[in-house]
């Protein structure tokens, strides 16, 4: 097990001007499961490629433990990658898959059955380990690219978007797996996903990345309940948060038929610097519909998805001489019907960011 430490460190492409990643500042703990999100293109695969070597780090530096690793190559730095792809060598049964690292570090035989024994046993391949990769499932492959890396016992794991290539069903079950084995492991974990759901439940902590720039680091919790800018409100969650730039008031967010109160502090602080708005954020969960003399904001339905448990209601409304959309989602046994007017209106705990820096107010 290992500490990993980012300091400042940033990849700038060849003949490109903005860095891939940009000065990146990040601690992850002895022992812990981070999970780096973002969008396509945010750097979270370049961040990771830099800590496997695969990478050059242009300026800073990448330490392990008290160790600097920036410019040691992937061999040296004693860590494990899975890969999108799975990597597995055809021609190879699934055992010679997994011991193939150790064969190459001379490791003793019985060591080599040992090791590859007990990976087997914590991932259920036991019965497959002479078996070929093509007579496998893809998330029995997996697992295999999975063991592969836990017989070389690593002090970090790297994990490159695992569960892409797997069908919906089994990416839910293949990541309990391993949000279950890196528990029992208790080896420091870098995991790369663009889905912020897998992040929100495999993570102890998530770093949310945009343009090769840190936007929050912190338990999945918080990101959800304190996002530190609209970028992270409206990343993190599913469905999104609505979001609105709204005109300011000296008691809120002025919405079409109703308020949503701010503190005085939050009031100064969204004038401060702004354009005579503030962005108001709140959750399709924590909305909900309501008569029309209780002054929510009247919204045309325009789809409405029936999920079984409940139901979630598009619509779009007038802010301000726009029409902005809006999703909320409700009890399935009120469900409207496509081309109602209904009337939305959000619970407690609503967000306010600053409409020109996008900060938390």
Not at 151 to 163: A, G, Y
């Given at each position: 097990?290992?500490?990993?430490?980012?300091?400042?460190?940033?990849?700038?492409?060849?003949?490109?001007?903005?860095?891939?990643?940009?000065?990146?500042?990040?601690?992850?703990?002895?022992?812990?499961?981070?999970?780096?999100?973002?969008?396509?293109?945010?750097?979270?695969?370049?961040?990771?490629?830099?800590?496997?070597?695969?990478?050059?780090?242009?300026?800073?530096?990448?330490?392990?433990?008290?160790?600097?690793?920036?410019?040691?190559?992937?061999?040296?730095?004693?860590?494990?990658?899975?890969?999108?792809?799975?990597?597995?060598?055809?021609?190879?049964?699934?055992?010679?898959?997994?011991?193939?690292?150790?064969?190459?570090?001379?490791?003793?035989?019985?060591?080599?059955?040992?090791?590859?024994?007990?990976?087997?046993?914590?991932?259920?391949?036991?019965?497959?380990?002479?078996?070929?990769?093509?007579?496998?499932?893809?998330?029995?492959?997996?697992?295999?690219?999975?063991?592969?890396?836990?017989?070389?016992?690593?002090?970090?794991?790297?994990?490159?978007?695992?569960?892409?290539?797997?069908?919906?069903?089994?990416?839910?079950?293949?990541?309990?797996?391993?949000?279950?084995?890196?528990?029992?492991?208790?080896?420091?974990?870098?995991?790369?996903?663009?889905?912020?759901?897998?992040?929100?439940?495999?993570?102890?902590?998530?770093?949310?990345?945009?343009?090769?720039?840190?936007?929050?680091?912190?338990?999945?919790?918080?990101?959800?309940?304190?996002?530190?800018?609209?970028?992270?409100?409206?990343?993190?969650?599913?469905?999104?948060?609505?979001?609105?730039?709204?005109?300011?008031?000296?008691?809120?967010?002025?919405?079409?038929?109703?308020?949503?109160?701010?503190?005085?502090?939050?009031?100064?602080?969204?004038?401060?610097?702004?354009?005579?708005?503030?962005?108001?954020?709140?959750?399709?969960?924590?909305?909900?519909?309501?008569?029309?003399?209780?002054?929510?904001?009247?919204?045309?339905?325009?789809?409405?998805?029936?999920?079984?448990?409940?139901?979630?209601?598009?619509?779009?409304?007038?802010?301000d001489g726009e029409s902005q959309r809006f999703v909320a989602t409700i009890d399935r046994r009120d469900m409207p019907r496509m081309g109602d007017t209904v009337y939305l209106k959000p619970g407690d705990g609503h967000h306010a960011f600053h409409s020109v820096t996008g900060l938390r107010l």
């Amino acid at each position: 097990m290992a500490t990993v430490t980012f300091n400042q460190a940033s990849r700038i492409y060849p003949g490109t001007d903005n860095p891939a990643v940009d000065k990146l500042d990040l601690e992850i703990r002895d022992g812990e499961f981070l999970v780096l999100v973002g969008p396509s293109g945010c750097g979270k695969s370049t961040s990771l490629r830099m800590l496997a070597g695969l990478e050059e780090v242009d300026q800073g530096s990448i330490f392990i433990d008290d160790r600097e690793v920036t410019h040691l190559p992937p061999k040296a730095r004693d860590i494990a990658m899975v890969f999108q792809n799975y990597a597995l060598y055809p021609h190879m049964s699934v055992f010679d898959n997994m011991a193939f690292a150790l064969k190459l570090r001379k490791t003793p035989r019985p060591d080599i059955e040992r090791r590859v024994q007990e990976a087997a046993k914590l991932l259920e391949l036991e019965e497959f380990l002479n078996r070929k990769p093509k007579a496998l499932s893809g998330g029995q492959r997996q697992r295999v690219a999975m063991g592969r890396a836990i017989v070389r016992e690593p002090q970090v794991f790297l994990m490159d978007e695992p569960l892409s290539n797997l069908d919906a069903k089994l990416r839910v079950q293949t990541r309990s797996q391993i949000a279950t084995l890196q528990s029992k492991l208790g080896t420091t974990t870098v995991y790369v996903t663009h889905d912020q759901v897998e992040a929100m439940t495999m993570g102890h902590r998530v770093a949310v990345l945009l343009d090769g720039v840190l936007q929050q680091v912190d338990t999945p919790r918080v990101l959800y309940d304190e996002p530190a800018n609209v970028f992270v409100a409206g990343f993190i969650g599913s469905p999104a948060m609505n979001i609105k730039a709204v005109p300011l008031t000296d008691e809120g967010g002025a919405f079409p038929e109703m308020v949503l109160p701010l503190t005085r502090e939050q009031v100064a602080a969204a004038r401060e610097g702004g354009d005579g708005k503030v962005t108001i954020g709140f959750r399709p969960e924590s909305t909900k519909l309501v008569a029309p003399s209780e002054g929510g904001v009247p919204i045309v339905v325009e789809l409405v998805e029936d999920l079984g448990a409940h139901a979630n209601v598009y619509g779009h409304a007038d802010i301000d001489g726009e029409s902005q959309r809006f999703v909320a989602t409700i009890d399935r046994r009120d469900m409207p019907r496509m081309g109602d007017t209904v009337y939305l209106k959000p619970g407690d705990g609503h967000h306010a960011f600053h409409s020109v820096t996008g900060l938390r107010l």
